[in-house]
């Protein structure tokens, strides 16, 4: 049975793509909200929606990450 759960890749505001995460944690560092957390695996280590509710919108998670692993949802 899978683990995967949709509503850990994205907000009412964010989208996250963790196959493109290089799992540097910046997006956590800036969250003033404490959205995300981090998925450490054997193969593979990335961030996942943990509190989507709190996330606000300010979109700071998107301007720290250098990977492109966040979008804004249109």
Do not use: D
């Not at 899978?2 to 890749?9: E, G, L, R």
């Not at 907000?11 to 290089?22: L, W």
């Not at 450490?40 to 509710?53: F, R």
């Not at 720290?64 to 249109?74: Q, T």
Request: net charge positive; with cysteine.
């Amino acid at each position: 049975m899978s683990s995967f759960n949709p509503k850990h890749i994205h907000t009412r505001y964010i989208q996250v793509n963790t196959k493109q995460c290089i799992a540097c944690w910046k997006c956590m560092e800036v969250c003033p909200k404490n959205v995300f957390t981090g998925i450490n695996l054997l193969w593979h280590n990335h961030i996942k929606v943990v509190n989507a509710g709190n996330c606000i919108g300010c979109l700071k998670c998107i301007n720290a990450c250098s990977s492109g692993v966040l979008m804004k949802v249109k």
